[in-house]
């Protein structure tokens, strides 16, 4: 099946930096990414949609600023959380859609992020 | 907009028991329709899907059928084991998850 990876899968860091994740598609193109936020009791919240070549969709809520979303690739996406508080510690995961066949979405194993 | 209606767990059951999870469905044409589960410590992972109306997805002894009449993909087993274990997504293609429901199987 294909395969999604993330980098790194979990990372702290002070509180006022920047921390980068990526997202790739190991086998495949991937036409479409997404980032979603897993709160702690459970809750799957998608945070944006990103097209290889241009600008990220964000849900409402998301503040793209502080959620910067690169997808450079059709094999990579990244996402930057800029000035990270406390409140965003939290487990990223990413997804990623065919380029071709039936779509549907093959998941990372999401990144674990703490901010101290 | 699209998004999808989970019950929220929650579910606790014995082994051996039936299991329905309900998820409803308000979207634009009929987009595919999926089940992901996460077990614990893992990823979501794919469980089943089902592309159009009428059809029905099953995997591990999971179904759910697409049913446009009253816009619902429940998820069903009839007899559930302590490794179903897990946290279940229903999700609509491309944008909104359910908020996921815990289910807990009690040997």
């Known amino acids: 099946g294909a395969v999604v990876s993330q980098h790194p899968s979990w990372v702290i860091c002070k509180s006022g930096t920047s921390v980068k994740i990526e997202c790739r598609s190991l086998d495949f193109q991937a036409t479409t990414m997404f980032w979603y936020r897993q709160f702690p009791k459970q809750s799957l919240m998608l945070m944006a949609t990103s097209n290889e070549g241009s600008k990220a969709t964000y849900e409402q809520g998301v503040e793209k600023d502080k959620f910067l979303i690169n997808h450079a690739s059709l094999t990579l996406s990244t996402l930057t959380v800029t000035s990270a508080h406390p409140e965003d510690s939290s487990f990223y995961i990413c997804s990623a859609s065919r380029l071709a066949g039936v779509e549907t979405q093959y998941f990372g194993p999401g990144t674990r992020l703490l901010v101290l | ?107």
Not at chain 2, 72 to 87: I, R
Request: aromatic residues 12%; proline residues 4%.
């Open chain 2, 1 to 107: 907009g699209n998004s999808v209606t989970q019950m929220e767990g929650p579910v606790t059951l014995s082994e051996e028991a039936f299991l329905t999870i309900n998820c409803t469905y308000t979207a634009t044409g009929y987009p595919s329709l999926f089940w992901y589960v996460q077990y614990p410590g893992e990823g979501l992972q794919l469980l089943l899907k089902a592309t159009k109306a009428d059809d029905k997805g099953s995997n591990k002894g999971f179904e759910a059928t697409y049913r446009k009449e009253t816009t619902s993909f429940h998820l069903e087993k009839g007899s559930v084991q302590v490794s179903d274990s897990a946290v279940y997504f229903c999700a609509l293609k491309g944008s909104g998850f359910g908020a996921g429901t815990r289910l807990t199987v009690k040997p």
